[in-house]
């Protein structure tokens, strides 16, 4: 999908071939077209999109035909339902698409492929199932590397120390540690400990009696029992109270704790995994992180890279983040290659969390729809795409395409002279000295000077805040995109 390789097409039909191609290029697939006399030419161990196999009716083509595909287990494969090859006992085959293709069923079929390639290309070298390893989708070199520790670490006991921003995705780390590790058959018991007040870590953590404080009208396991056997995930660890850590540190050490209010002693076996977005040497230099804690905590760490450092796995991400919502019951939508594109030039502060977020945002507001540059909020376009503009008849029953610009001063002009028209002073050197834009000098002004430099100095200024993208520039100075494109061909201005 969205560029990341070509999809090969196998059809002898030449009529066929050219409305399969018109049909893939139009939902944003890049793909190749080829009959089936050429199959020895096609490079079948390098990466494709998926493999649709039409109109094939000869034995011979159709035996050597499966021959290859079987062994290129890697690609996922799609039939039309004129197709004769039989492929159901091929572990890559999809599915079938009915003619005529529509929209929704190519969309979905299309789907199922990058599920396929999601699975299939982040395996472990291990006879281990990864089915969690496809949440840690990417093939950039830090995922790559996050998944090599997990792999690395996961056999062992040694506690595991996840940093990196928020948002990035530290939680699904430590379900993967977990879930690779010789607990998995143990609870995952996560706390973060930066959103329960500090006055109720202690019970949340350690479990109370009975009594133990106003309102514990009954014993309360806590987190570490609940954990026994398993894992226990410390969400946000450095924004944990000094206190409590203090108590951490002693359980960490003894592998025993009391619950609140009580004076058993409860052994505990856990395998510890946290995370923060902090940096904790220097908290530790600040003096608001233990040292000893640091360094019991610090055994194996992994440090999750931010989205702007793997903007390459932009693709793979949003098409299983679309995947999941589609499982959840939303209706499907797709990216074309240029709003994809313009999504990877943003600098995403809020990493995978934002793109999660908006990708749930497209599904609501564009269900069933071709994305576009111009359907994303304006913060994501970063491309000039020209926007289908209805029929405007605002000016004397003329499109604005047809207006000129100064026309389009005209009738600016007679809405500054309204009487609902309220003017607010700007600053600009044009004005005389001593002179307020509002005061019309003894000796007059030139307007239309002064109102072209205006609107030079505010274009200027608008281009420049908004990294030269003309759209976003549009929005922000309250026009339409062609109408500021009239303008700066007028004034000479460069983006």
Known sequence: ????????????????????????????????????????????????????????????????????????????????????????????????????????????????????????????????????????????????????????????????????????????VARNVHYHSSRRGGPFVPINCGAIPADLLESELFGHEKGAFTGAITARKGRFELAEGGTLFLDEIGDMPMPMQVKLLRVLQERTFERVGGNTTIKVDVRIVAATHRHLESMIEEGSFREDLFYRLNVFPIEMPSLRERKDDIPLLLQELMSRLEAEGSQPICFTPRAVNSLMEHAWPGNVRELANLVERMVILYPN????????????????????????????????????????????????????????????????????????????????????????????????????????????????RTTLVEKMKKYHLNR
């Not at 982040?122 to 520790?149: C, D």
């Not at 809405?415 to 700007?426: A, K, N, Q, R």
């Not at 307007?447 to 281009?463: F, G, P, R, T, Y």
Request: hydrophobic content about 40%; proline content about 4%.
């Open 369 to 480: 729809t071709l994305i576009d540059v111009n359907h994303l909020p304006t913060k994501y376009r970063f491309g000039d795409i020209p926007e289908f503009q209805a029929d405007y008849s605002g000016m004397n029953g003329t499109t604005e395409s047809s207006v000129s610009v100064e026309e389009q001063e005209k009738d600016l002009l007679n809405g500054i002279f309204s009487e609902d028209f309220v003017f607010e002073e700007p600053s600009c050197a044009s004005a005389p000295e001593g002179v307020g834009m509002h005061e019309l000098p003894a000796e007059g002004v030139n307007l239309k000077e002064l109102l072209a430099d205006v609107e030079v100095n505010m274009i200027s200024q608008a281009l420049e805040a908004q990294d030269g993208v003309v759209a976003r520039a549009a929005d922000m100075l309250g026009m339409r």
């Open 1 to 172: 999908m969205q560029g990341l390789a070509k999809l090969l097409i196998i059809e002898d039909d030449t009529q066929m071939q050219s409305q399969l191609e018109t049909i893939f290029e139009f939902i944003g697939e890049h793909a190749e077209v080829l009959g089936s006399d050429l199959i020895d030419r096609v490079d079948f161990s390098k990466t494709w999109a998926g493999c649709v196999l039409g109109s094939i009716n000869d034995p011979s083509i159709v035996t050597a035909l499966s021959k290859k595909l079987g062994s290129a287990v890697h690609i996922p494969l799609l039939t039309l339902s004129t197709s004769t090859v039989e492929l159901d006992n091929l572990p890559q085959y999809v599915g079938e698409l009915e003619l005529p293709l529509n929209y929704p069923q190519v969309s979905d079929a299309l789907r199922h492929c990058a599920g396929f390639l999601g699975k299939n290309g982040l395996h472990l070298s291990s006879s281990r199932k990864n089915t969690l390893f496809r949440s840690l989708v990417g093939n950039s070199v830090g995922i790559k590397e996050v998944r090599h520790l997990i792999e690395q670490v996961a056999g062992t006991e040694a506690n595991v120390i996840i940093l990196g921003e928020s948002g990035t995705g530290k939680e699904v």
